[in-house]
């Protein structure tokens, strides 16, 4: 039986040990926020080093520093995370301790089951949802990836990058790169944004009309939108210096809008760069790489498909991903996470596991396991 708890909480931050994970879940500014509303937050040491923040400057908003993630874990009612926990974490993990972090379930069966037998509370944030469909937790991740890729882009059209040794913006006498942008979602949206101000020539495609209609509203007159099909990919990427995927289809993998085939017809030296690549990517040639070695080339075509672009820029995305996750944090603080839930509809979609019981259909589904209605855990707190 859960008790509903309204006094202050105590949450703690670990360091993230996941291999080149570098954010951090929360900022010096948050934890001024968390001491603001009553509450003891506990950081581990140099959990902030990777972003650039000091451990003084958390002791200064009002954290106390812990030595280590065991201590962290063992003093702390809520955790706040980035990454999934990882093995040597699960064993820290207590019953009815609430972990709010990413988890992405569905893709991690051994992390589902360490879950299921921890008895801790998981929300989840690439599940909370706004009433629009839209994914609040994931959006500021597809913002970064999406100016980036322009940034990357850029930077292996260069010649000693091995690419064509073209600017984006060409110079005055001298025409503009072309840039073709697949999908008009956030990271599209983002790209054609970066690639218009640094004067390139853009095109958008993408399948829904609205959206192209909505795009072509707001965006700068050297970027021209298109629907998306075969015929129309075939002939844009002839004359492309750099292609930006960015499709997505909701629970599906990406579909491969430039084949193998293709590559040959499209111009030597020129750059594909796949952020769509942790769906699977949207380029049949495309395989996940890594920012140790993001690059390949396949027909003279150079392929960036760095399947956590973001993790290249912690600073930005520390502070795009708490921009949206502490608003979540600071209710479930307040109120207790059954209370938070019952009362927001975007945070209750976020519980995955609960107590020992899968609550969200989609993990359930994706191993078979028993599906438990998460009203049956928020009953009471409904009415409290
Ligand atoms: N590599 C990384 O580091 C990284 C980081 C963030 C996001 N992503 C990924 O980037 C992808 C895009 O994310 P998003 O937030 O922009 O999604 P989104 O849902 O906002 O946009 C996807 C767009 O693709 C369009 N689309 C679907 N099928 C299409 C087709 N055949 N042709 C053209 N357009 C089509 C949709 O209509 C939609 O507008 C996702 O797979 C996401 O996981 C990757």
């Known amino acids: ?22 954010r951090v879940a929360l900022t ?22 990777g972003s650039g923040f000091s451990d003084a400057e958390y002791i200064e908003a009002g954290a106390e520093m812990l030595a280590t993630i065991e201590e962290v874990y063992s003093m702390s009612e809520m955790i706040i995370k980035v990454k999934e926990p990882i093995e040597s974490e699960y064993p820290l993990i207590k019953k009815d301790q609430l972990l709010f972090t990413y988890f992405h379930f569905a893709s991690h069966e051994p992390l589902t089951h360490a879950m299921i037998n921890s008895g801790a509370v998981c929300l989840a944030y690439e599940t909370v949802e706004k009433s629009d469909r839209s994914l609040p937790l994931l959006v500021p991740m597809s913002e970064v990836a999406g100016r980036m890729s322009v940034q990357e882009g850029a930077k292996y059209l260069e010649k000693p990058m091995g690419g064509r040794g073209i600017l984006l ?31 390139a020539h853009v095109t958008i495609m993408d399948i829904s009309l609205n959206r192209l209609r909505q795009l072509d509203d707001i965006m700068p007159a050297n ?13 844009a990427i002839k004359t492309a210096d750099l292609v930006i995927g960015g499709v997505l289809i909701p629970g599906a993998k ?13 111009k030597k030296g020129s750059v594909i760069v796949d952020v769509a690549i942790d769906q699977g990517g949207c380029f049949e040639t495309s395989k996940p790489t890594t920012h140790a070695e993001p690059c390949y080339v396949v027909d003279g075509v150079i392929h960036y498909c760095v399947a956590n672009m973001p993790g290249a820029v912690p600073y930005t995305s520390t502070l795009a991903l708490t921009n949206a996750t502490l608003p979540y944090a600071i209710q479930l603080a307040n109120k207790g996470w059954q209370k938070a839930c019952s009362e927001n509809a975007e945070l209750k979609v976020g519980l995955n596991v609960v107590g020992g019981k899968v609550v969200y259909k989609g993990v359930s589904d994706a191993f078979n396991l028993e599906y438990t209605p998460v009203e049956n855990f928020l009953g009471n707190s409904a009415s409290a």
Do not use: W
């Open 1 to 22: 039986m859960y008790l509903c708890k309204l006094h202050n909480m105590i949450i703690g931050v670990p360091k993230e040990i996941k291999n080149n994970e570098n």
């Open 28 to 49: 010096p500014a948050g934890v001024s926020e968390f001491k603001r509303h009553g509450h003891k937050v506990y950081i581990q040491i140099s959990a902030g080093e």
């Open 169 to 199: 913006g060409g110079v005055p006498g001298v025409k503009p790169a072309e840039v073709l942008v697949l999908g008009g979602g956030i990271v599209g949206t983002q790209a054609a944004k970066m690639a218009a101000g640094m004067g």
């Open 223 to 235: 970027v021209a939108t298109e629907y998306s099909n075969e015929y129309n990919v075939r002939q």
């Open 254 to 266: 990406a579909p491969k809008l430039i084949t193998h085939d293709m590559l040959p017809t499209m």
